[in-house]
């Protein structure tokens, strides 16, 4: 019987030898939505040996639009992203070792996880968390894809430690693209980063490094624009997080207590510290209206709560800090 691999085998830029290379890589892939989910579904069905996926999130109706692996099911049900993933993902080829993260991506929580790994996706939807990862995989020299899409727009840009500018470097404070939150998305835009990122992601695997892509792509596929662009040149010497005298800062920067996520009505609360589940029920009684081993929902002042294990809370149907915080500390004083 041919193997599952054959056809990959073929091409020649992989090759018996390069899919042996995949076999005994290890891929981390930061959120697991839209990007996430696609780059986790090709990695997997590529042969990659380990691949984890971190997320903070849960299904949403809204998403299926747009982000595969996710059924009505996992909607209904509320299911961590990541746990949806490994669930159908195990199913699609049940010989590569997957770990799920339900946690968010923080200085904390991400050094352990990227010990050892070979390459980064970055499947993330805010700046402020790009920009700690590159100064994390600037510090352990890890290379990352990044990626992003909003409209019938998208960008890809590979990123090699100490060799290309960094992202700092190319968008500095000020972000890379807007957010389908802000402006909306369609599927193939998602697709079209995907192709990028994950072709990127086996040439690193590989070790192709002489194919890869140097240039920073962006298209418009409903204005029908494709461009690419030299970067080198923005390499800066000042850099803070890959010039010369490197600080680091988003490493040292503090994650806000409460933030408003963008394109939605919703406030992220950060406790800071892991809540006992078990506890927050009982002094919920009947307030609570779902939960699961990672997270309770309560409805209050016609907002829903949803209370994570590792401190989290999401505040839906505002898009008020103070409003939020008022509902979150009248409910656990």
Not at 48 to 76: C, H, K, M, P, W
Not at 99 to 116: R, S
């Amino acid at each position: 019987m041919e193997s599952r691999y054959a056809r990959q085998e073929c091409w020649p830029g992989i090759g018996l030898a390069g899919q042996e290379r995949i076999r005994s890589k290890h891929v981390v892939i930061i959120g697991c939505g839209a990007l996430g989910s696609a780059n986790a579904e090709a990695l997997t069905r590529a042969g990659i040996g380990t691949l984890t996926i971190v997320d903070r999130d849960y299904v949403e109706y809204s998403n299926l639009q747009r982000q595969q692996l996710f059924t009505e099911e996992d909607a209904r049900r509320e299911v961590p992203k990541v746990i949806a993933a490994r669930q159908k993902l195990v199913q699609i080829n049940s010989e590569v070792v997957i770990h799920a993260h339900v946690m968010e991506a923080t200085a904390t929580t991400l050094p352990d996880i990227l010990e050892g790994v070979d390459v980064v996706v970055d499947a993330t939807d805010n700046l402020d968390t790009r920009l700690l990862l590159n100064d994390l995989l600037q510090q352990m020299e890890i290379p990352w894809v990044f990626g992003s899409c909003a409209g019938s727009t998208g960008m890809s840009y590979t990123i090699l430690p100490g060799q290309t500018p960094c992202f700092h470097c190319l968008f500095g404070s000020t972000g890379g693209g807007a957010t389908c939150g802000s402006m909306g998305i369609i599927g193939p835009a998602v697709q079209m980063v995907v192709a990028h990122q994950t072709t990127e992601v086996l040439k690193l695997l590989v070790e192709a490094t002489s194919a890869l892509r140097s240039s920073l792509v962006t298209f418009d596929l409903w204005g029908n624009r494709y461009h690419q662009f030299n970067m080198q040149q923005a390499r800066q010497e000042t850099c803070p997080s890959c010039g010369k005298k490197r600080t680091y800062p988003y490493l040292r920067k503090r994650p806000m207590k409460a933030t408003v996520l963008c394109g939605r009505e919703t406030v992220l609360i950060r406790r800071g510290e892991a809540v006992d589940l078990s506890m927050l029920r009982t002094k919920l009684l009947d307030m609570v209206t779902s939960e699961n081993e990672f997270f309770l929902t309560t409805v209050y002042n016609q907002m829903r709560l949803v209370f994570f294990r590792d401190g989290r809370t999401l505040v839906h149907g505002t898009s008020s800090v103070t409003e939020a915080k008022r509902a979150y500390y009248q409910l656990l004083g």
